[in-house]
């Protein structure tokens, strides 16, 4: 069972920074799509960022565009989300997923929370004055 570990979460001013780290365990990263989703209160959870098994390419939210960076370090089994400028509407719960399809691979431009089959636990993530 793969298990995957957010962290990297926190209170910030609006236009701060934050780093959220998701861990993988007991396979190799280099296996799955790997994304970001968030959830904010009463609200659907919605795609933030994705990258593909080799990291060719990575799409993101047009809501995030120029202030998120996804990166994965394959060695590590660690992917990244470097968040910029952050606004007060970027407050959620920020939880990273993996997933794995030779046909149809789970990280695509639509973002879409379906395809992906494991799921971290989440970090909270507040902006906020």
């Known amino acids: 069972q793969l298990q995957l570990v957010e962290s990297g979460g926190g209170l910030v001013q609006p236009g701060g920074s934050l780093r959220l780290s998701c861990t993988f365990s007991r396979f190799y990263l280099d296996h799955y799509s790997v994304g970001w989703f968030r959830q904010a209160p009463g609200s659907e959870r919605e795609g933030v960022s994705c990258t593909t098994r080799r990291g060719d390419s990575t799409y993101y939210a047009d809501s995030v565009k120029g202030r998120f960076t996804m990166s994965r370090d394959n060695a590590a089994d660690t992917v990244y989300l470097e968040m910029n400028s952050l606004k007060p509407e970027d407050t959620a719960v920020y939880f990273c997923?993996?997933?794995?399809?030779?046909?149809?691979?789970?990280?695509?431009?639509?973002?879409?929370?379906?395809?992906?089959?494991?799921w971290g636990q989440g970090t909270q993530v507040t902006v906020s004055s």
């Open positions: 997923a993996a997933g794995w399809n030779p046909l149809v691979p789970p990280c695509t431009v639509e973002l879409h929370k379906e395809p992906y089959t494991y």
